[in-house]
Each structure stands twice: as structure tokens, then as C-alpha cells.
């Protein structure tokens, strides 16, 4: 039992980060819940051997590297004529600084799924290039070299928008 219980505490503590790199790299709220019970479930199932080869910044990579696959994984796979749609019904006044995070979070869904993998372990995640590489089982220079058109590719969606980036 205690091993369900630490896996409960830790699938508690971590869902909600998990969501949000998820969120935004797929950029769809039910695909991002969908990623993140899917690595949990994963982890789950090798829980026992997880726990006690790893300390908890080695779970969490794990989890980050397990959510990245999948995610890229299912982006090769569902390449068929699903249309997603954005649009919600009419909803109350957006809280300050929602429209940066909208905009932000559109211009990313336009990226390919590996360049926004990137950008999203980059900035949300705070990770380094090293980092990055690592988890995406690339070379540093492919990092770097996504990461570089990807920031390009946002400054050219973004326009004008830009300068809500800029805004205290």
C-alpha cells in the first residue's frame, strides 16, 4: 500500500505542472488532460521500479520525458482530417494579463509540434539546452537550431502583437 500511496502523492503534487506544459504544447484542454492521465497511468504501471531507482527530480524528468513522447508520438499518429476547433461559447470578462497568455498560447499552437516542444521545455519549463536535448533525444544544435525558428516564426505570428510581450 505505501506504494500506491506515494505514487497518489506524487501524481497530486505534479498533475497540475504536467497539464500546463501539456496544455501548452498541444494547445487543446482535453488533449492536454488525455497526456497527462496517459504519463501517470504510464508511470503508474512501473511505479515500484520508478521509486526506488530515482529520487524525485529523477521522477519528474521521467515524467516530463514520458508526457513528450507521448504527445510527439500521438502528433505522428493523428494526422488525419480531425479539425479542432478553438471557439467557446460566449464566456464572463477575461481576469488581466488572460489576453497575453491567449495570444501566447494561439501563436504556439501554429508552431510544429516538435518547435513548440521546444519552446515550451525552453521558457515554461526553464530548462537548458542540455536539458532539452536530453528529453527530446536530439543533439544540442538541433535544440538550439528549433528553438532559434521557432522564436523567429512566433516574432512573424505575433506582429504586432508583440509588444504585449513588453507590457509591464
Known amino acids: 500500500m505505501e506504494t500506491a500511496l506515494d505514487f497518489e502523492e506524487f501524481a497530486s503534487t505534479r498533475a497540475r505542472r504536467l497539464f500546463q506544459v501539456a496544455y501548452l504544447m498541444c494547445g487543446d484542454w482535453h ?18 521500479r520508478l521509486r526506488r531507482g530515482q529520487d524525485e527530480p529523477g521522477l519528474d524528468a521521467y515524467a516530463r520525458k514520458v508526457l513528450l513522447r507521448y ?18 461559447p ?12 491567449l495570444t501566447l498560447a494561439a501563436a504556439l499552437r501554429l508552431l510544429p509540434p516538435r ?10 519549463e526553464d530548462r537548458s539546452i542540455e536539458e532539452v536535448a536530453e528529453l527530446m533525444e536530439i543533439s544540442q544544435g538541433a535544440v ?13 505570428i505575433l506582429g504586432d502583437d508583440r509588444e504585449l510581450l513588453f507590457r509591464p
Open 71 to 88: 504527445y510527439l508520438s500521438q502528433r505522428r499518429l493523428r494526422r488525419s482530417g480531425e479539425i479542432v476547433s478553438a471557439d467557446l
Open 31 to 48: 488533449q492536454a488532460q488525455d497526456l497527462v492521465q496517459t504519463t501517470l497511468a504510464k508511470m503508474f504501471s512501473v511505479w515500484g
Open 144 to 156: 538550439k537550431s528549433l528553438n532559434s525558428r521557432s522564436l523567429a516564426k512566433l516574432r512573424e
Open 90 to 101: 460566449d464566456s464572463p470578462e477575461a481576469p488581466a494579463g488572460s489576453e497575453l497568455r
Open 115 to 124: 518547435n513548440r516542444a521546444v519552446v515550451v521545455l525552453r521558457y515554461l
